[in-house]
Structure formats: structure tokens, C-alpha cells
């Protein structure tokens, strides 16, 4: 926890990154990692022990606090993500949730609109206070030249795990529900909606610099349940946020849409696009060309690999993207086993240091 700060934040990262949402184009560009903070750190598996369990950690602000930090002093990145967790939203809507040790996360499922009733948004207050006490921390501790991202899940991609219970590969509990009551499962999307604007509005006012959306399920769907069940509702919270907080640049990850995110885009109006492992780096300029912050997109493999590939790959990424507003990141988040060196590696590859 004494680990001194690494010397590049003494540059303004901070200003770069949301100059970057700004639409400048910064040379090296700025930096962070979906993950960051995670059992791939010897100094996370740590504390989390201490926490005694994950959802433990994501509620207890001065170790919630102290994990958003660690990727921070050991690496230098450009921001810091909260440490939280998308599902923490159907927690306090009252939906019981666990993380079962390799299984990743369990819900108690909700199976149709009569269960709608066992959520309570007044009871996401209490919740949503440690969180926003957790931000409140980290923009005190945090260098001021680091920038903070605050996020939620997207309503989508949330919906999906509160219907299915768990995750699948195809999340098709919440895609049949949408198809057989839509107007059912509209009303857990619109619940979804106002507490997603709540929890944001308040990470925001508690220092967050800037959001991500979550929606790793968005590519799931075919055009008109996209629309409907994506693009609209996320449309909403952006607004709302804008509305609010104008200053505030909002990235949304739409995982898995492909060309798709044109449209995305151009209706949810998010500054900010991350794109994920899939997408074409052609792509990824065209959509800068249409007005988007690119933000992506190393294989999470690829960093776990290491070595010359991966130099070669990040290279390639920086060569396609140094004339457009460009973040680096990979396509999706770190895997646990991926060596802490690589990560060092690459952002030292990214700002040209010692390569
Ligand atoms: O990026 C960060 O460092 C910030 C914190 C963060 C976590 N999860 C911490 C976490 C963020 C932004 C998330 C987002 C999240 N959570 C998503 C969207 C992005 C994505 O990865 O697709 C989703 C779908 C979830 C739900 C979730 N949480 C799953 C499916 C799992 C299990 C998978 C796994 O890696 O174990 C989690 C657990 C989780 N969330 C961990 C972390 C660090 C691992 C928990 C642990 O320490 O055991």
C-alpha cells in the first residue's frame, strides 16, 4: 500500500484523457484497462481476502478506495475505473446476488413482471451511498492529474444476468422474455433506466471525470430488439446525464455490434465508443471519422501472452490511431492469470518509454 507513484502522472493525464473525449488527438495516447483493478494483482487478491469476499470489497468504500488505487501506483494509467460492479445495481434493488468462487455471478432470477415486484428503488439509496462514498475517496487520494471514470451496466446487458441468474453464451432467458412480453420486460428496462441515472448522477457529483456504459451483451440481439432494448434505453440515460451534467463525457461499450456501432453512435450520442476485440481497426477509423472517441482494442489474450506479438499488435493499433481521438485499451477486460509485467510492458510500449 506504500508502493511510491510512478513519475509519469506527474504529467497531466488527466487533462489528455478528457481531452481525448474532447475530440483532440493526443500522441501517445491516453491509457487505462477495462479490469485494471483485479485478481491479476498479487495487492488486490490481498485485500480482497481482507474484505472477505467480493461483493464485501465493493461495499466497504476504504477497501473499495484502496483497489481502484493499486493500478494507479503501479502503472501510472492515465484514469482510474471505480471499483464496483455492474451488478451491483440489482443488489440494491433488493435481488439477492452472490459471487460463488469460479462461477462467477448468481441471482436470484426473475422469471416475469409478477417478480418485478420484489425490487425496491428506494432501497438502492442506502446501497448506492457506499459507492458514492467510494468515489469520494478515490478523487481525495487520487493524484489530481489522474483522471476518475465512474460506470454502470447498460439496462440491456444488467437485465440479462436479473433474468437469467447467471450468465450464458447467448443470455437467452431475457431474449425470450423480450419477445414473449415485451411490455413486461420493458417495465425491468425502465426501472433499470431511472436507477442507472441515479447511480450515475451520484458517482458524478461524488467526483467521477467521466462514464462508461457497460452493455457487454449488446451484440446478442437482431436489429429491431437492438434498437428497442439498446439503443433506446441507453439514449435515455445519456440525455438525462447530459442534461445534468453537460461537462461530463460519457463512453458506452456496446460489446459485439460490429458495424452497428455507427448507428449506436449516432442515436445514443456518447462521445465515446469502446470497441471490442472484435472490431477492425478500419472500422474503428471509419467510426472516428463519423465524430467518435475510439477507445480499444488489445486481445485481453494478447496481453496475457505477451512478448513480441503482442509488441508488434500494439504497435499496429498505435499506427492506425495516431491521427484520431484515440484511448488505449484492450477489447475487453483483464484476464486474472495475465503477468502484472505485461501490463507494465505495454503501457511502457504505448508512451514509448524504454522500448
Ligand atoms: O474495470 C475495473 O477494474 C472496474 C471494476 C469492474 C468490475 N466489473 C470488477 C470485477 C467493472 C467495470 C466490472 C464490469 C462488469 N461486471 C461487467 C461488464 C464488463 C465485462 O466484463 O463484460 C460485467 C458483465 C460484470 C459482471 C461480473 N462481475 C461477472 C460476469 C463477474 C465474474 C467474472 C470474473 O471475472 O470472475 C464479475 C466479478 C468481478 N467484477 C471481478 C472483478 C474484479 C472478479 C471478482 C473477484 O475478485 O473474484
Given amino acids: 500500500m506504500s508502493q511510491p507513484l510512478k513519475p509519469t502522472i506527474s504529467t497531466d493525464n488527466r487533462g489528455r484523457f478528457l481531452g481525448v473525449l474532447a475530440k483532440q488527438t493526443e500522441a501517445p495516447p491516453p491509457i ?6 483485479g485478481r491479476y494483482l498479487p495487492e488486490y487478491r490481498e485485500v480482497r481476502t481482507k474484505a472477505g469476499g467480493f461483493l464485501n470489497l465493493c461495499y466497504t ?3 473499495a478506495a484502496e483497489v481502484t488505487l493499486q ?4 502503472f501510472g494509467f492515465d484514469a482510474a475505473i471505480l471499483f ?3 451488478l451491483v445495481v440489482p443488489d440494491a434493488l433488493g435481488q439477492g446476488l452472490r459471487f460463488a468462487e469460479g462461477e462467477g455471478p448468481i441471482l436470484d432470477p426473475i422469471f416475469d413482471v409478477t417478480d418485478l415486484k ?3 428503488p428506494k432501497s438502492t439509496a442506502s446501497v448506492f451511498e457506499r459507492v458514492f462514498e467510494t468515489v469520494t475517496r478515490v478523487r481525495q487520494d487520487l493524484p489530481k492529474e489522474t483522471a476518475l471514470i465512474g460506470f454502470c451496466g447498460a439496462p440491456w446487458t444488467v437485465a440479462t444476468y436479473m433474468v437469467g441468474g447467471r450468465g450464458s453464451s447467448d443470455q437467452a432467458a431475457a431474449r425470450v422474455w423480450a419477445y414473449n412480453d415485451p411490455h413486461g420486460f420493458n417495465q425491468l428496462i425502465d426501472l433499470l433506466v431511472e436507477v442507472s441515472i441515479a447511480y450515475l448522477d451520484g458517482q458524478v457529483r461524488a467526483g467521477a471525470d467521466a462514464l462508461q456504459i ?11 430488439q437492438f434498437e428497442v432494448w439498446v439503443i433506446l434505453p441507453t439514449k435515455r440515460i445519456v440525455a438525462e446525464l447530459k442534461q445534468r451534467h453537460p461537462q461530463v463525457p460519457i463512453i458506452g461499450f456496446p460489446r459485439g455490434v460490429g458495424a452497428t456501432a455507427g448507428w449506436y453512435l449516432q442515436e445514443t450520442k456518447v462521445e465515446g465508443l469502446g470497441c471490442d476485440t472484435a472490431m477492425s481497426l478500419v472500422l474503428m477509423r471509419e467510426l472516428a471519422g463519423i465524430g467518435a472517441v475510439v477507445q480499444g482494442n488489445l486481445d485481453p489474450l494478447l496481453l496475457l501472452a505477451g512478448g513480441t506479438h503482442m ?3 500494439v504497435k499496429q493499433i498505435l499506427d492506425a490511431m495516431n491521427t484520431v481521438p484515440f484511448i488505449f485499451n484492450l477489447g475487453h477486460g483483464i484476464v486474472p492469470e495475465t503477468p502484472p509485467e505485461n501490463v507494465a510492458r505495454l503501457v511502457a510500449l504505448v ?3 524504454g522500448v
Fill in 214 to 224: 457497460f452493455d457487454t451483451w449488446a451484440g446478442c440481439l437482431p436489429d429491431d
Fill in 351 to 353: 508512451r514509448g518509454e
Fill in 61 to 63: 468504500p476504504a477497501l
Fill in 311 to 313: 509488441e508488434i499488435r
Fill in 71 to 74: 493500478p494507479i501506483r503501479r
Fill in 32 to 37: 487505462w484497462l477495462m479490469r485494471q483493478a
Fill in 84 to 86: 464496483s460492479d455492474i
Fill in 118 to 120: 420484489r425490487l425496491d
